[in-house]
């Protein structure tokens, strides 16, 4: 198992917001899982280092489920040492990144990383994400029973790896004009 799917918590959508969870878990692309990873950190601890919040997405998270909301305030710690603690976990368990959409966890936690003098534990050029297996399988997550709480970044990671292996069992040729129609 040389992957690890990467789900992030975070008070905004772009590069620079502030982090509220990490969660991940190690997998084979069959959909086997291994070693996980979650922390919950300090909102203060990102703003220490000028990540922002981005109001609507605060007010967002004001109308999530309680038990999702509940689990962001237990054992808050800083981002610069759950940024180290995952860095170890990574680099143990892992090579390639796997985020949910090109543009969200991977690189929201980069821009986190570079913020706090952390190292970015992986290679650029291994990062990959969900939304791409899905569009090129035509795969629909709502086909495949959730487990856990939503927005629990652990428990979103692991729905994501059910999810990319369902979409590579399913193995349909890519839609009508290609991966980027």
Known sequence: MNHAMIDLETFGTRPGCVIRSIGAVQFDLDGNTGATFYRNISKQSCLDVGLVVD??????????????????????????????????????????????????????????????K?????????????????HVFNFETRDLRRR???????????YQVDCVAAALKKGLPAQDGGVFA
Do not use: M
């Open 55 to 116: 109001p609507a997405t605060e007010r967002w998270w004001a109308e999530q489920a309680p038990a999702a909301q509940r689990a962001l305030s237990n054992d808050q710690r800083p981002l610069r040492e759950v940024a180290e603690e995952f860095r170890a976990w990574f680099t143990a368990n892992a090579e390639f990144a796997w985020g949910h959409g090109a543009s969200f966890d991977p690189p929201l936690w980069e821009a986190a990383c570079v913020a706090a």
């Open 148 to 158: 856990g709480v939503h927005h629990n970044a652990l428990d979103d990671a692991i």
């Open 118 to 134: 952390a190292l970015v534990p992986w290679k650029f050029w291994n990062v990959r994400d969900t939304r791409t297996v899905y």
